[in-house]
């Protein structure tokens, strides 16, 4: 949901000291999960703050992590706030509210802004601050500097600039890109409990790096890792992808 934050000050204060910190502690909010990107800070009577919020909670300080907790503190000394719920960013999916999750994937694309994780049992992205930091870590930042690398890539090969060393980069499993985007699947599913999915890339015009075995009429893809044949799963009622169990991975090459 589209909010704004007012900020009323208690006190004069210097325009550039401000602004430092209001930037710091979005920044902080959106590495937490608790924000998304495309936000902004907007100088009137009084400094507005224009977020989007993954869910109706998303603010509260009880998910305050130490970086959000410390540039809240200041705000608070100089400013009281008050938050207002603009309306719905249609930018913006439904976020998942399960109590459990029996499979994650993990997928994003380069006009993404949202969480990076979905539900395969709603179908619904998950907050990023309702999952597990990873190892050595203490905020999402380099999780969010993943999915921005990954955009950049694919904006590349949307665009036909640098086509094929942006291609190898989202389709190569042993890319430096997918390397990280396992690794992060990897951990999260170990912290998480449950299985999470990573997405491989189906640029289907990249050469022959992506391979076919036909079964039984149904044309499914070879896993890039194993050399095994995925096997076609429904996730949900619309959505059916290419699965290898063994790997962990999801493929939307082609469907029949």
């Known amino acids: 949901m589209f909010c704004k934050i007012e900020l009323f000050p208690k006190k004069v204060i210097e325009n550039d000291e ?17 924000i998304l990107k495309k936000y902004s800070v907007v100088e009137g009577e009084n400094y507005t703050l224009y977020v989007t919020l993954p869910k ?63 539900c395969c049992d709603c179908g619904k992205a998950i907050a990023l601050y309702e999952v597990p930091y990873l190892d050595k870590q203490d905020d999402h930042y380099y999780l969010l500097s993943w999915q921005e690398n990954f955009a950049a890539m694919d904006r590349l090969w949307y665009n036909g600039t640098y086509e094929r ?34 997405n491989i890339f189906d640029c289907l015009d990249f050469g022959k790096k992506i391979k076919f075995d036909d079964v039984d009429g149904i044309r499914l893809r070879v896993c890039p890792i194993c050399g095994k044949t995925m096997k076609r799963k429904k996730f949900l009622e619309d959505y059916k992808v290419d699965v290898c169990e063994e790997c962990s991975l999801t493929s939307e090459c082609y469907k029949n």
């Open 165 to 198: 060393y942006a291609a190898k980069q989202l389709v190569d499993p042993t890319s430096k890109l997918n390397k990280d985007g396992l690794e992060i699947a990897k951990q999260i599913s170990s912290k998480m409990g449950c299985k999470v999915y990573y």
């Open 56 to 118: 109706e909670d998303s603010f509260e300080e009880k998910y305050d992590n130490i970086y959000v907790k410390r540039d809240r503190a200041k705000i608070k000394k100089l400013f009281d706030y008050k938050l207002t719920v603009v309306g719905q960013n249609v930018e913006c999916s439904e976020y998942c509210c399960c109590k459990s999750r029996s499979a994650i994937e993990m997928q994003t694309y380069f006009a993404d802004i949202n969480s990076i994780f979905t």
């Open 18 to 34: 401000v602004e430092d910190l209001l930037w710091t502690f979005l920044n902080s909010l959106r590495n937490s999960g608790r």
